[in-house]
């Protein structure tokens, strides 16, 4: 019940194209739903985040969609650059802040 | 802010020997998180403290590892004996209220 599936494992998409990552929780408790960007050498850096009592938040040309009733939260990200190729982590918290983090997908945007 | 602060960047051990690796977070951020990281099993949460205090060591692997915070700017995971098995990056995370901001990481190789 603590997991986070997260889908695809990998991803390659064209410059400007549209970057979608799916991620699914069993655990009604969470109630903070971040997603991480990793690039090789670094540590995960936070990206975005959305609490449960909006079904989306936006920030430039990334939005999280979030559907409670599915337990389920996406991330897409509009216009990609190359320079957004990196590894995207979903992760679920509840109010203890221990986060749970998904698979992973590495993403590619080819120029 | 320096962000969080992670020593070694890089440790190559033998098997069998006591490896130490260091953190010190945020200034003001009350949580703390130890996490692993391998292609297998991707980012696993190994232990979290709260206000100095372990809350969850349910991700430590082992009786050989062990980790420590004996004040709000220090923490340790120690490996004794380490193994080939434990070669991972490691990294530190802290925060204060649900952001999570995480160090470069301790790249481990136990050979």
């Known amino acids: 019940q603590q997991q986070v599936k997260q889908s695809p494992q990998s991803l390659i998409v064209q410059k400007g194209g549209i970057s979608i990552i799916n991620c699914a929780y069993e655990n009604t408790a969470f109630d903070y739903f971040p997603w991480y960007q990793q690039f090789p050498g670094k540590g995960p850096a936070l990206l975005i985040a959305?609490?449960?009592?909006?079904s989306e938040k936006k920030e430039g040309r990334f939005t999280i969609s979030f559907n409670k009733s599915a337990k389920q939260f996406s991330l897409h990200i509009m216009d990609s650059q190359p320079g957004d190729s990196a590894t995207y982590f979903c992760?679920?918290?509840?109010?203890?802040?221990?986060?749970?983090f998904g698979s992973g997908t590495r993403l590619l945007v080819r120029p | 802010d320096a962000g969080v602060i992670q020593s070694p960047r890089h440790e190559v051990t033998e098997m069998g020997q006591e490896v130490t690796l260091r953190c010190k977070p945020i200034s003001g951020h009350n949580s703390l998180f130890w996490y692993r990281q391998t292609m297998m099993r991707g980012l696993e949460l190994l232990i979290y403290?709260?206000?100095?205090?372990?809350?969850?060591d349910s991700g430590m692997p082992e009786d050989r590892f062990s980790a420590k915070m004996p004040n709000a700017s220090f923490s340790t995971l120690k490996i004794q004996p380490s193994e080939p098995r434990d070669s991972a990056v490691y990294f530190c995370?802290?925060?204060?209220?649900?952001?999570?901001?995480f160090g470069q990481g301790t790249r481990l190789t136990v050979v």
């Open positions: 992760a679920a918290s509840n109010r203890s802040y221990k986060l749970i």
């Open positions: 403290f709260n206000n100095n205090v372990p809350i969850d």
């Open positions: 959305i609490r449960p009592d909006v």
């Open positions: 995370a802290s925060s204060a209220v649900g952001e999570a901001f």
